[in-house]
């Protein structure tokens, strides 16, 4: 099993970003799966939740309706699209692989990819 997450960077407050899990290892349409952040000196924060098929989605309050979680199984990919960035956002953000169908107990992480929202 292995997810590989890009598309991290530097942009400025009210930007946008797109991340991308790339799923290998393992059938990611039999799986929900999961946006977790870590903000530098912070524990780790769950962002969303998105169930197998796509058709369920879960966010946290912080980054309702600013950002959406979104699969493509058929391209075993798990994307973020991130809107109206703000510093609050600055993070690692890491895909994760719920085995717990949206208990959020998770068994595979990548490795992350930073966020940083300044100006």
């Known amino acids: 099993v292995q997810l590989v997450e890009s598309g991290g960077g530097l942009v400025q407050p009210g930007g946008s970003l797109r991340l991308s899990c790339a799923a290998s290892?393992?059938?990611?349409?039999?799986?929900?799966m999961s946006w977790v952040r870590q903000a530098p000196g912070k524990g780790l924060e769950w962002v969303s939740d998105?169930?197998?098929?796509?058709?369920?989605?879960v966010y946290a309050d912080s980054v309702k309706g600013r950002f959406t979680i979104s699969r493509d199984n058929a391209k075993n990919t798990l994307y973020l699209q991130m809107n109206s960035l703000k510093p609050e956002d600055t993070a690692l953000y890491y895909c994760a692989r719920d085995q717990s169908w949206g208990r959020g107990e998770y068994d595979y992480w990548g490795q992350g990819t930073q966020v940083t929202v300044s100006s």
């Open positions: 290892g393992f059938t990611l349409s039999s799986y929900w």
């Open positions: 998105i169930s197998s098929g796509g058709g369920s989605t």
